[in-house]
């Protein structure tokens, strides 16, 4: 069974910084790999997704993620950090072999302090 | 395109009583998923809709939870017997087919006392 594993809970940083949410999966076959956000209050929104080719996806909002088939991770980045970019983020992986059903990870809670 | 639309946004329901949560997808998409965002569990897959058929509801506590989508333009969640336990936020998407973004409604939020 394929899972999603997004080690850190919390993440605070500086408005300005650089930002990474890592993201790892165990999948056994090439996986379809998505990010979404979850502003305070509001509902999933969707970021970015890979799903072949490129190995480096742009999406809304000014992110990118980086897919590493070595490693088998799909991190998140962004810089410069704003303010506004707190919230908190998800990444997904969708079944390529018929179930087309999203495996969430926990989520990572982002603060971007001003 | 007003998006997903869930209703109703809030639901309180007593133990043991009925509860029943509507969504209706964006017109034209074709796949409607259903899921549950908790604290403690995240976001857990409950069943999923393509072309009103029913194709993976390997999610779904088979005892007391049932899905339908009787038209493509609204599928209902719907909970017997609730118990505190199923609190949740429950969220439905829609979107064109497999490989394609999720579109999420806002959400039913139930409360079980």
């Known amino acids: 069974a394929q899972s999603v594993d997004q080690p850190d809970a919390h993440v605070t940083l500086s408005e300005g910084a650089s930002l990474e949410l890592r993201c790892s999966y165990s999948y056994s076959a090439a996986p379809y790999l998505f990010w979404y956000v979850q502003y305070p209050g509001q509902s999933l929104q969707f970021l970015l997704k890979?799903?072949?080719?490129?190995?480096v996806v742009k999406g809304t909002k000014g992110f990118e993620a980086e897919f590493r088939k070595s490693n088998s991770s799909f991190n998140l980045k962004k810089s410069p950090a704003h303010w506004s970019d707190s919230a908190k983020y998800f990444c997904a992986l969708e079944d390529t072999e018929g179930a087309d059903r999203l495996t969430f990870g926990k989520g990572t809670q982002l603060i971007i302090q001003p | 395109n007003a998006g997903v639309i869930q209703t109703p946004r809030h639901k309180v329901t007593g133990k043991g009583q009925e509860a029943t949560l509507w969504c209706e997808p964006i017109?034209?998409?074709?796949?409607v998923f259903w899921y549950r965002q908790t604290i403690v569990q995240g976001l857990e897959f409950l069943t999923y809709f393509r072309n009103q058929a029913p194709i993976d509801d390997s999610g779904m506590p088979k005892e007391r939870f049932s899905a339908q989508m009787p038209n493509q333009s609204h599928s209902t969640l719907k909970i017997q017997s609730t118990q505190p336990q199923d609190s949740a936020v429950y969220l439905c998407a829609s979107s064109l087919h497999s490989q394609n973004t999720l579109y999420f409604g806002a959400g039913t939020r139930l409360s079980v006392l």
């Open positions: 017109s034209g998409h074709s796949a």
């Open positions: 890979y799903i072949t080719g490129d190995t």
